[in-house]
C-alpha cells in the first residue's frame, strides 16, 4: 500500500473515532463511512481500549524491499544491456531465473525466481521464456514442406 493510500485509510479512521466519541454506534459508522460492519467494531473496540491514538497508522506492514530504488535502477539498466552482456550468449530472453542470478550477482541479495519475476515486472519488463526443443525429439520422420496429420 502506498503512503497515500495509508494516509486515507487513517484518515476514515479517525473520522470513525470522533463518531464513536459522538455516540455514533458501529453499525451506523460504517453506513456512513462505507466500510464493513466488521470493521466498524474492531474501530470501536480499538477506540476504546485506546482512543483515537489506536486508529493511527502504525506504518507499512510486510517485508521492506530488498533492493533500494537506486538499486533497482541500476538493475533496469542492467537489464536494457540485454542478457548477452551478461554472460548468456544462447538466446537474447531474459528469464526470472536469470534476472535472480544477475540480481545476486550484482548486488549480492539472494532472490528467488517468483520474486525476480515480480520485480521485473515492477520495473517495466517481461520476463520469458526461452524455446526448448526435446531431447529425446528425432527430427528424421519431419520432412521439410511436408505436414503429418493425426496420430501415428
Known amino acids: 500500500m502506498t503512503a497515500k493510500a495509508r494516509q486515507r485509510h487513517e484518515a476514515v479512521r479517525l473520522e470513525a473515532a470522533a463518531l464513536f466519541g459522538e455516540g455514533v454506534k458501529p ?5 456512513q463511512l462505507r466500510v464493513s460492519c466488521k470493521s ?3 474501530w470501536h473496540q480499538a477506540w476504546k481500549r485506546g482512543g483515537a491514538a ?3 497508522s502504525r506504518g507499512p506492514h510486510g517485508q521492506r524491499r530488498k533492493l533500494s530504488v537506486r538499486c533497482q535502477e541500476k538493475l533496469a539498466a542492467y537489464l536494457d544491456q540485454g542478457p548477452a552482456a551478461h554472460g548468456w550468449d544462447e538466446d537474447q530472453v531474459w528469464t526470472g531465473a536469470r534476472v535472480a542470478t544477475l540480481i545476486g550477482r550484482k548486488f549480492h541479495v539472494s532472490y528467488s525466481v517468483s520474486g525476480a519475476t515480480r520485480l521485473m515486472r515492477r520495473l517495466g519488463f517481461t520476463p ?3 524455446v526448448r526443443r526435446s531431447a529425446e525429439r528425432d527430427p528424421s520422420p ?3 514442406g511436408r ?3 493425426g496420430r501415428r
Open 27 to 31: 453499525p451506523e459508522v460504517a453506513r
Open 40 to 42: 466498524a467494531y474492531q
Open 54 to 56: 489506536a486508529l493511527g
Open 128 to 130: 520469458q521464456t526461452p
Open 142 to 144: 519431419l520432412q521439410p
Open 147 to 149: 505436414r503429418r496429420l
